[in-house]
């Protein structure tokens, strides 16, 4: 049985496609509800000084993803295997985790709601996409400084952070736990 397939890969990329570009200078943990068309993928997320874990579980079990820019990689690691894979992080890799990317081309304003307990902006973006400009919606807080959800409507793709914990971030959920193999090469 392949200990990384598609599905595994898909997440991966996801979660690079939503890494900050800049560190963001927040420090939580949340409960994540990704959507994608008919698929929701409920999850953790974890953020300090800049690093960010990610975790997950579908039918073949848990994905955890670090990433840590202080080291210019990710780890992709299967609990169920005990096995974890390295993947060089790239600077310029697509998009950013829920933040308005800087080369948007457009940005304004469109209100303010209350989300999850927060009083945030809600921005309209306009991003490069494969079809022309690509609306984005934003929920940017003022205390936490990094949007809490974030939607692409023609895609029918949505990302969301809920029962967010402001507070401190234990420093070894983001390293790998002992007793995990490196594995150079997925299967896919």
């Known amino acids: 049985m392949p200990w990384f397939n ?62 840590r820019p202080d080291k210019k990689i990710v780890w992709v690691l299967l609990p169920r295997n005990r096995v974890y894979m390295e993947v ?34 809600k921005y309209e973006v306009a991003v490069a996409g494969r079809e022309g400009l690509e609306k984005q919606i934003y929920w940017v807080p003022a205390t936490l400084k990094v949007p809490i959800k974030m939607e692409v409507p023609a895609r029918k793709f949505s990302i969301e952070y809920k029962n967010i914990h402001e507070g401190p971030v234990r420093d070894r959920l983001f390293e790998i736990p002992p007793g995990y193999e490196k594995v150079t090469k997925p299967a896919l």
């Not at 979660?15 to 939580?28: D, G, H, I, M, T």
């Not at 959507?35 to 975790?55: H, S």
């Not at 060089?88 to 304003?109: N, T, Y």
Request: glycine share 6%; hydrophobic share 45%; proline share 7%.
């Open 88 to 121: 060089p992080l790239k600077p310029k890799w697509p998009g950013q985790f829920i933040q308005i990317p800087p080369d948007a081309r457009q940005k304004r304003l469109v209100g303010n709601e209350r989300l999850w307990g927060y009083d945030a902006e």
């Open 6 to 67: 598609l599905r595994k890969c898909h997440w991966l990329l996801l979660a690079l496609v939503l890494w900050p570009a800049a560190a963001p200078a927040a420090e939580f943990s949340a409960q994540t509800l990704t959507r994608e068309r008919q698929a929701t993928v409920l999850g953790r997320i974890f953020v300090k000084d800049g690093k960010m874990r990610q975790e997950f579980n579908d039918a073949e079990g848990q994905t955890i993803t670090i990433l």
